[in-house]
């Protein structure tokens, strides 16, 4: 079985990284302060990190585009509760609806950005590797930025 591509994966992260479309998510902030735009970078180096620990082989376009898409939302979470708990269920299908408008997004991908909040979205599923990945690695480099880790 062929392995994963790691220059394949950075280059086509580090394209998007330099994408104006991208860089938008500089201007929104989430977990203590980090701008949405590193939080999403985060995720994208642990989710190909975590499926290199576990041998998984992962189509790479998809895993950085859904990675590095998943809160597209473009806005920053209010500190009030009931925005708050709106935002947790809702802001999936927002930012791939804004995600799908800015990009050409294949399937795959928009459901690693719909499901990235599973199981709060009972009814949208992880369907791919990928889309596993990035669920799992959205929960832990949240959990290291609430605790004011960097990376
Ligand atoms: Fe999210
Ligand atoms: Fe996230």
């Known amino acids: ?15 998007l990284e330099q994408d104006p479309r991208v860089r938008k998510l500089e201007c929104y902030r989430q977990h203590k302060g980090n701008t949405t735009f ?3 970078r985060s995720v994208a180096v642990a989710s190909f990190r975590m499926a290199q620990r576990l041998g998984w082989r992962v189509d790479e376009r ?3 585009r859904g990675a590095m898409l998943h809160d597209y939302h ?8 009931l925005h708050s708990l709106r935002h947790l269920v809702e802001h999936p299908k927002r930012a791939c609806r804004n995600a799908s408008r800015a990009f050409a997004l ?6 690693i950005i719909e499901s990235h909040m599973w199981p ?32």
Request: with cysteine; aromatic share 8%.
């Open 74 to 81: 473009l806005y920053t979470r209010q500190n009030k509760l």
């Open 106 to 111: 294949s399937g795959k991908e928009r459901n």
């Open 38 to 40: 590193r939080h999403c």
């Open 62 to 64: 998809a895993l950085a």
């Open 120 to 151: 709060l979205t009972p009814l949208r599923v992880p369907r791919s590797k990928e889309a596993l990945l990035v669920m799992l690695a959205d929960k832990y480099c949240a959990f290291r930025e609430m605790r004011g880790h960097r990376d």
């Open 1 to 15: 079985m062929r392995k994963n591509d790691e220059k394949r994966f950075f280059g086509i992260l580090r394209d």
